[in-house]
């Protein structure tokens, strides 16, 4: 499985140190380090585990909206902010602390809009945290319309990252950027976008179906 090279910032240092402490452990016979071995090799594993980035299966279907994030859909709803006006649906995606937090683009085009707004950590499975954290806003038009969507920062996530530039042109299911640490992505639909996706639902950057543009648009 691929590491998210956002990742290695932390993995490297992490892997030193363990292999550090190993080697005094083992061939020095400084017993008195089994637990920071033990230690260092459980933070570790949670670093691979947590900047994993496995490849998905980008649906092939045109007009498709594809979440941006993994992990648990916790709002479907129209409570739209104002640098978002003249959407119509909202969907809020809560990543937690084991979901893949790799980001996706949602549907194909070119980046119209890309903002950073400094904010609050506050937890980011709240309502609060969608009107005060810290976030990125991206809008993509193409063909079929405009799709506007929010990395958002949470208590612990505290560094959005976002590879992108005004006026590049994207692909569906394209890597992008991440949210380390826990966090949620927000997703501002238009009205000729038929919701697929429901509160509760368990989704798949890059994979799962959220939402289609009407077939009657151009």
Known sequence: MKIASEGLFLIYPAAGLFV??????????????????????????????????????????????????????????????????????????????????????????????????????????????????????IEINNQYGDICFCQRAGTIARRIVCNLSKGQRVDPGARFGMIRFGSRVDVYMPQNVRTLSRVGDRVRAGETVIGEFAASEP
């Not at 949670?46 to 992990?71: H, K």
């Not at 893949?100 to 549907?107: E, F, S």
């Open 20 to 137: 550090i402490l190993l080697v005094l452990y083992i061939v020095l016979d400084f017993t008195i380090l089994v637990y920071p071995v033990l230690a260092s090799a459980l933070f570790l594993g949670f670093a691979l585990f947590f900047f994993r980035d496995p490849d998905r299966n980008v649906p092939d279907a045109s007009g498709a909206v594809l979440a941006p994030a993994d992990g648990k859909v916790i709002a479907l709803d129209d409570r739209i902010p104002d640098y978002c006006e003249g959407y119509n649906t909202r969907l809020s995606i809560f990543l937690s602390m084991f979901n893949v937090h790799i980001n996706r683009i949602p549907t194909g085009g070119v980046i119209q809009r890309l903002e950073y707004h400094r904010g609050k950590f506050r937890p980011a499975f709240t309502e609060r945290a969608a009107e005060l954290n810290e976030h990125t806003v």
